[in-house]
């Protein structure tokens, strides 16, 4: 997949232009094998305007992607139009490792609150790895060791004496493939009620009937609540997948590539349902089609071997990227 | 390939060797051996061999199992020594008659005979007759060969009576008596007769019965119960303490008491008794002697030549009623199945009921919670060469650890006062369950094993997403989801249990029960005692019946009994799966 349309040096011409204007920069590299020569010395080099030390140092011998893949770190791109306060989760130069193998190298990001933020990248980028720490899933992996830390509303979350269970109720998750269930579409959708004992029946009802409404679900299922949920269709089972993530109420809701599965019209179904639920809930959405993310989401996160690459409003990520990597992947032109 | 395509013009040489070479290759036909022909051939051949293996099992025992009890003609030979053999046809083959047997047939029909065997080839054919009457002749059957026969016929007031004792009786009725006098002695009217008398004297006969097994059950079982204070307070205070003499008296009266009721119950029973002897039902015999029958004693009886079809169904339906619902009799040959229907179908229910919990626990331990590794491993192998383990190790293992162990335990502890006699320390149904369960257990724990593995992880992923815990996740997601899969193992363990003799023949399944493991008596379900079996009581009719050329036909429909039983449970299981399935699958499945 390693294809490089443009050779090495105009790469190191274009990122720079790019790179030159670039106001504040956030993830630290504090490597200590570092290898990059420039900003040594300068622990917070982070937060230096200018990403010359990338374009110094290693894309000069072939570009951002192969330093990456030769384990050279680098710093992310992040644009001043990102929302840094009171961020509804906040990355803290996380790493994580799935045995000896490095998956995720010190990334930071804040995901603002009542907005969307889409992880985008090629496959194996640690995009869904990324998605899947921040409700702890990957604790339920052998072999999984995670550095770093999450704020969810200002709460770690790799503290010690975290209660994961608790955790979880805070964040809603959507999975690639939709997953009712063996049970009726009623008790999908209050599954996390029932888990947490909730018996009353009223309650139950409303938080039903609120959260198949919300996913834009009720009119198709009001009539059938009683029957099994895998009788429903894929599209409409990943909504009912979304309306059972949104029925606890979370704080944060995570997609992990959400449409992969579907067919073009239950795609822009969700998409729609992702746009109407935004502003209520804060939206972290892992996904593989660019228009996907163009369209849906305020925010997009590039991320490459584990790195976040570059970072910024949508807009400015699609149509004007500040590294050359980023244009190359959002136009289609690699990965 | 893109090469080929673009290098259009014929004319150019390298591009033709090209496709001239690609061309020869498509035209190679495709080997044998390549297309899996004789690969289908072996599937197909094994399929078949082992279709027509069950096919063949199943068909002779259906066909002898639902023909056993059809009502055969009677059929009279006359000798050529002048004997009369009066009986059913059971079976006829050909058989190559040697010397003696030749020397034993009269000298005028020699040479014609000689002739015969000559013709077909040194065989000949002979018959196996029913000749019944036990009490008078000594013998059931009669192997009858064409030579002996002078003369063959189907008497027309031949009937056959199904005694309660000494087995079929086949004669013509000459006289019915009441009180010794005889009212009727024309054949049709003595029927009429008999047939008027006959079920009265069998009501008279059960009330009888009734009396004896239960009324006098109850008043035994009280007995016995105060024995047992009697004995308990001996242990506890010692003999001739005063807590026992009271106890003593009180026991005293109770037997007193009971005796009265015995008396009671005697008088009852004896004029019963008194009443059905009045009447008597006098045939003769093939051979000319006579013998009178109590109509009480008779179960059935009907003039076999004379029958429709509608009667011969009749009696066909009342002898499948009989052998379902009635006890067993003349050493199990005859009469009923129904304590071992019974006996059969408490042993399976108890032990699905133990096994299936047990087996799930462990495999859901095993699958959800245990550590991957070489421990696991071992256990799994452990538990899957279980199930390779001759079951009559396990019979062993159950008398020894159940039976003797436990069940000698539970005596000593709670039912000391009436050691020596064991009382759980014996084979029963609860220990044969037990035992059955630990045969049949390696089948739910692979079986749930594997259905528990089959749940997607995308399940539980989305279960733990939702905030829920392991256990949570368990028994909400993945215990409902793989319930069919586990109704399957439930399945195979039915089958394999209900089908399983050799262990139980140590464990409690006895060839004859007195008493039901439920009854009436508190409390109802006794699990201490022994029980019939339908497998035993197979193994029982073929391999120590006494009389075992009427018990063989028994087999067979015992067989399908037992078969039908199994199937039965197994379809109960499946229905309960399908459910299960469309409950937990939507309408995919």
Redesign the interface.
Known sequence: METRSEPAPAIENESRDVLQPQPRRSSVNKNPESSRPSSAGSGASGRIPGGGSIVESDVREGGLFESISKGATFDTVVHEGVETANPALEIKRLQLWYGDTKALHEVSMPAPHGKVTALIGPSGCGKSTLLRCV?R?ND?IDGVRIEGDMLLNGDSIYATGVDV?????R???V?Q?P?????SIFENVV??L???GVRDRTELEEVNERSLRNAGLWDEVKDRLDS?????SGGQQQRL?IA??IA?EPEVLLLDEPCSALDPIATGRIEELIDDLKGEYSILMVTHNMQQASRASDYTAFMYLGRLVEYGPTDEIFLQPRLKETEDYVTGRFG | MSTTAEAEPRTDVAPVAKRKSTRSRVRQRTSLASQGEPAVWLLGGSLIVSLVMIAGLLGIVFFQGFFTFWPDSLTSFELTDGRVLMGEVRASEDFEPDPTFLAGLPEADRARIDSELVSTEGTARRRLLRTGNFDLTGNHFNWVSDYEIATESEPEWAVIVERLTWGRFYGTPVAFRIDGESVATEPALVWAEFERHHDPSVERFDRRRELETEDIGVVNHRLERGRLDLRRVELQHGLDSAAWRSANEDFLRLEAEASAEFAQIQGEIAALNEENERYELVLSTSDGSEKSLFPAEIVRAFPANQLSITDKIGVYISRWIEFLVADPREANSEGGVFPAIFGTVVMTLLMTIVVVPFGVLSALYLREYAKQGLIVSAVRIAVNNLAGVPSIVFGVFGLGFFCYLVGGGIDELFFSAKLPNPTFGTGGVMWASLTLALLTLPVVIVATEESLSAV?N??R?????????KW?TIR??VL??AAPGIMTGAILAIARGAGEVAPLMLVGAVKLAPELPLDGVFPFVHAERSFMHLGFHIFDLGFQSQNSEAAKPMVYTTTLLLIAIIVALNLLAIWGRARLR???????I
């Open positions: 409700n899933m339920l269970i608790e955790l979880r109720k964040i809603g998750m999975f493939k997953n009712p269930f063996p049970m599954y996390s029932r888990i947490d099994s949920a895998l009788a429903l997948c059972r993530a606890a | 997607p995308s399940m992923e989305g279960s733990y997403a939702c905030g829920a815990t949570q909400r997601i409902p989801r469309r409950r937990f699958h939507g309408n995919s």
